[in-house]
């Protein structure tokens, strides 16, 4: 029963930032229409969502065990349920700035938690896997809800201001996340208390100049920039590009998250038959096929009468669909390097992934914001080609390196005895 409520308490904190985190291709597309700012401008927000990730899960993964994960949940919340009152009344782009840097801040913090606590609450490395996937699985369950929760506060007014109050709606269901996870049995890490912080600091510097681990973080880099950039954008491409109400674009992006969740629910099931290795290559292979058949159909795209998503042109439906190729590609990775460390390892490690997943993130939303405003929605989508193929080369390296390590491990063992 306690594993339960803990489980559930880490599925709630994941539930409710997957609508915060993701909200940021809609907020993008209502800020160029609301605020009046450039692409270039809006694509920024997911700097300021994604740099406090970085910054912050770099600075504090050794230090959330030392507080406690019910301590540091409860405060992340707290911080986020302020800011998002206050948002609706202040009504400035600037506001939404500070909204995502609070998200941004908030989650790295949620992040490093909610995976050291995996950690705690599984025995094996099956156990983790299957666990971290549902997890992740429930997070994309929370990205789909997300863009119906902002569609259904969406007007259609050009420069209305209405949206905004989907954040009191937002902050009651932080305040619910709060009870939940107060009542959750989590308890505090055993820590030694002899180690000094600036210890574990060096500790997890440590851990990313490992040869195993550097290729990892590279493959984390290079695939939060395809999903970023590609989600970001997907709304504001369907409004301009496919030429669809704002109401319907924001609709259909909820598509991408169904993918990437059900892409996640189907990969546990593919991977008891299939090697990963061989599973990841076949999606990153999936997804250039997927760009380069999609986008040509995206081309010199006549405007209709678009009233719900029934009526959509069919490339529409088509893009989101790389959602279902790519999803297996981060929660598996995540899981193969986890499970080769100790769990004291995990916190640190777990930084290092929100770090590099967080520059990945910023990354890609900033390029494909820059190409869409400077070329056109197909150049920067036809981008995403070059880190397919980036993250295909790290996986190489990334197995090769992984046996390397089992091999040695097994040695040792063999060594012992």
Known sequence: MSRTRIIVAMAACYFLFAILLNSVGTVILQSIQTFAVSKGQAATLEGFK???????????????????????????LCVVAVVAVLTPSIGHFWAIKLLFAAIGSAFAIVKVSVYALIG??????????????????????????????FAAFIDGESGSMAWLQVYYLLAALIALTM????????????????????????MMLKLAAQPLVLVFVLSAFLYVLIEQGVGSWLPTFNNEILHLPVTVSVQLTSLFAASLALGRLLAGQILKFIPWYVFLNCCLLGMAVLIVLTLPLTQNVAPQAVSSIFSAP?????????????APIYPLINSVMLSSLAKAQHAAMTGLIVVFSALGGTTGSIITGLVFEYFSGQHAFYGALLPIAG???CLFFFKRRAELQQAAQNQNVVGAQ
Do not use: C
């Open 50 to 76: 994604d740099l406090p990730i970085a910054i912050v899960s770099f600075l504090v993964a050794s230090f959330i065990p030392r507080i406690g994960y019910k301590v540091a949940l409860l405060a992340a």
């Open 120 to 149: 705690q609450v599984t025995s094996d490395a099956k156990q983790h896997s299957s666990l971290l996937n549902t997890i992740e699985g429930i997070f994309m369950v929370g990205v789909l809800s997300g863009y119906w929760v």
């Open 179 to 202: 009870l939940v996870v107060w009542l959750a049995p989590i308890n505090k890490p055993a820590q030694s208390t002899n180690t000094p912080l600036a210890q574990d600091f060096v």
């Open 314 to 326: 069919l490339a529409a439906y088509l893009m989101p669909l790389i959602g279902l190729l790519m």
């Open 391 to 393: 993250v295909a080369v």
